[in-house]
């Protein structure tokens, strides 16, 4: 069992930056792989970006590819997401999700959610 909290989201003009955290509780972080997604009201939970338990393989959507930077800490239970060059479209609830093993892009395959974060991005 892995338990996520998120941290960092707000109010940001556009073109601005923000650094998502997520930090996890347990002593087996490193062995989960880490992603973070994002939901508009009225519209279905999205993929943003998935780290590998080692951080040798990321992945990201192509919406945010070049924009948005995945990262973890094991040594901390905490992954990140820099959020460079934010648009209005970016505006959304992130969260944070763990899965025990490989790196995957699909919100199904995981298994832990955090209780999410505003991000607002003014245009």
């Known amino acids: 069992q892995v338990q996520l909290v998120e941290s960092g989201g707000g109010l940001v003009q556009a073109g601005g930056s923000l650094r998502l955290s997520c930090a996890a509780s347990g002593r087996t972080f490193s062995s989960y792989a880490m992603g973070w997604f994002r939901q508009d009201p009225g519209k279905e939970r999205e993929f943003v970006a998935a780290?590998?338990?080692?951080?040798?393989?990321?992945y990201y959507a192509d919406s945010v590819k070049g924009r948005f930077t995945i990262s973890r800490d094991n040594a901390k239970n905490t992954v990140y997401l820099e959020m460079n060059s934010l648009k209005s479209e970016d505006t959304a609830v992130y969260y944070c999700a763990a899965r025990p093993g490989t790196v995957t892009t699909e919100a199904l395959n995981f298994g832990f959610w955090g209780q999410g974060t505003q991000v607002t991005v003014s245009s």
């Open positions: 780290i590998s338990r080692k951080a040798s393989i990321t």
